[in-house]
């Protein structure tokens, strides 16, 4: 019976350290996972970022090109 209920406490006991050790797991791949979304959030900003520029090249490209055929006219 002392050995049964000595089991028992190590089982316990083995959980327990088992779910500490998860957690602490989960509190690293929280950590991980917040520095990964503002990574993409500073990406995402850089791609917009990008588009604007281009788009204004593309603007400006246009408005030349229509400057020019006017002059030619």
Not at 17 to 43: I, N
Not at 50 to 70: C, G, M, Q
Request: no cysteine; proline share 0%.
């Amino acid at each position: 019976m002392q050995q049964d209920n000595f089991a028992k406490i190590i089982l316990i006991s083995d959980l327990i350290k088992d779910k500490e050790a998860k957690e602490e797991e989960l509190l690293y791949y929280e950590k991980v996972m917040q520095e990964l979304l503002f990574k993409m959030q500073m990406v995402r900003k850089e791609i917009n970022l990008t588009n604007t520029i281009i788009d204004v090249i593309k603007n400006e490209k246009a408005d030349i090109l229509d400057r020019k055929s006017t002059r030619l006219n």
